[in-house]
């Protein structure tokens, strides 16, 4: 069975830093492309980032691009977002999703398989 | 960065109802576009993948049709499961960008 647990959230100040963390289980995490899509209380969703099943491409939304970053670690079966700059906009419930499966026409960018989440609040 | 507009933004419909959502896309995205269900406080799940591809496990009162610019998600006879919100999503390129979302209500 395919998991994936998010930890990590929290209340954190204006300006502050947050790493959240996803780890991974029940399928072969280095296969699979890998995002962070996050939504903001009452609204819809919105993609963050993704990345590559070697690390070696990594994208970002226009509006955290420069303030978070994207990782993963093969070995560990995890994946990474790490959060600096935080503003109140950030505010969210951020899901880490696996890609769909290979042989599928924008199978990179689609999400099968989808996390908890894990609420980041920033206010001061 | 390509906007996708879905319409209408809520529908109320009663059980046994067949519904149609539509979808649309500021350029050309072929068949690159997903539908998900996401009930209050759950994460959302895949329906339709590549425009009309239905996702292992799903229903088959859910289908997808449509190309280039414009897409429909239809629920043939409603059940008490689907009252949720449905997004739609192109996965044809960078930024990737959802719908604003549909809220399915009970009428």
């Known amino acids: 069975e395919v998991q994936l647990v998010e930890s990590g959230g929290g209340l954190v100040q204006p300006g502050g830093s947050l790493r959240l963390s996803c780890a991974a289980s029940?399928?072969?995490?280095?296969?699979?492309?890998m995002s962070w899509v996050r939504q903001a209380p009452g609204k819809g969703l919105e993609w963050v980032a993704n990345i590559k099943q070697d690390g070696s491409e990594k994208y970002y939304v226009d509006s955290v691009e420069g303030r978070f970053t994207i990782s993963r670690d093969n070995a560990k079966n995890s994946l990474y977002l790490q959060m600096s700059s935080l503003r109140a906009d950030d505010t969210a419930v951020y899901y880490c999703?696996?890609?769909?499966?290979?042989?599928?026409?924008?199978?990179?960018?689609?999400?099968?398989?989808w996390g908890q989440g894990t609420l980041v609040t920033v206010s001061s | 960065d390509i906007q996708m507009t879905q319409s209408p933004s809520s529908l109320s419909a009663s059980m046994g109802d067949r519904v149609t959502i539509t979808c649309r896309a500021s350029q050309s995205i072929t068949n690159y576009l997903n539908w998900y269900q996401q009930k209050p406080g759950k994460a959302p799940k895949i329906l339709i993948y590549?425009?009309?591809s239905l996702q292992s496990g799903v229903p088959s009162r859910f289908s997808g049709s449509g190309s280039g610019t414009d897409f429909t998600l239809t629920i043939s006879s409603l059940q008490p499961e689907d009252f949720a919100t449905y997004y739609c999503?192109?996965?044809?390129?960078?930024?990737?960008?959802f719908g604003q979302g549909t809220r399915l209500e009970i009428k």
């Open positions: 999503q192109q996965s044809y390129s960078t930024p990737i960008t």
């Open positions: 590549a425009a009309s």
């Open positions: 999703a696996r890609a769909l499966r290979a042989g599928i026409w924008g199978a990179a960018r689609s999400f099968e398989y």
């Open positions: 029940g399928f072969t995490f280095s296969y699979y492309w």
